[in-house]
């Protein structure tokens, strides 16, 4: 799984639908496992086969249309919604997936996506139509996203706009840390300053 999030370029897939909650991301029925592995193959189950054998793909979903790839996920406003299931964001970055895009996400999620190295991208509602007019027009349009920067890039248009990001978890992202990490990356200056104390 990659940690370090910069700059992804890539093609997306479009799920244009509002309101998707972490029970459509991740049934409940999965949640079984305890380690983060796995949960991809399970990613909106319920919404990708008419049953549970996985012998009838239903082609209208877009994780099933091989039109659509990449690993830029662009969803309907207010995503994830619903449970603080952390294994929402664990089946999304398992999937192949490292940067989500929606016009507003439920805060557990998106701390849950921040923890577990997938960037949440909120941008405006006007911007995400254009995304997924883009899309429409053509499945080989891509996004760039710089997280450095601090931007979205429709590539076919060249339309950007400026996302927010707290900046602890920027620094995070940009260097593949979890809580640990950049703790002992600053050990250093906790040090100092634990001098100064003494």
Not at 25 to 37: G, M, N, Q, V, Y
Request: aromatic fraction near 12%.
């Amino acid at each position: 799984m990659s940690k370090q999030i910069n700059i992804v370029n890539s093609t997306v897939v479009p799920i244009k639908m509002e309101n998707i909650d972490t029970d459509q991301i991740i049934p409940a029925r999965f949640l079984k496992a305890t380690s983060r592995d796995g949960f991809g193959k399970n990613l909106f189950r319920d919404w990708r086969y008419e049953n549970d054998d996985e012998q009838q793909p239903k082609k209208s979903f877009p994780l099933n249309n091989s039109n659509y790839t990449g690993s830029i996920l662009v969803a309907g406003k207010n995503f994830g919604c619903g449970s603080s299931r952390e294994h929402a964001a664990w089946a999304i970055k398992d999937y192949g997936f490292d940067v989500v895009v929606s016009s507003f996400f439920a805060d557990i999620f998106k701390n849950n996506a921040l923890n577990n190295f997938l960037l949440p991208v909120t941008v405006s509602d006007s911007f995400l139509q254009n995304i997924f007019d883009a899309v429409e027009k053509d499945p080989t349009a891509s996004l760039e996203v710089n997280l450095k920067e601090q931007t979205i890039r429709i590539s076919s248009s060249n339309l950007t706009e400026k996302f927010d990001i707290n900046h602890y978890k920027k620094t995070c992202l940009l260097n593949g840390y979890d809580d640990i990490d950049y703790l002992l990356s600053i050990k250093k200056e906790v040090e100092e300053f634990e001098k100064h104390l003494a």
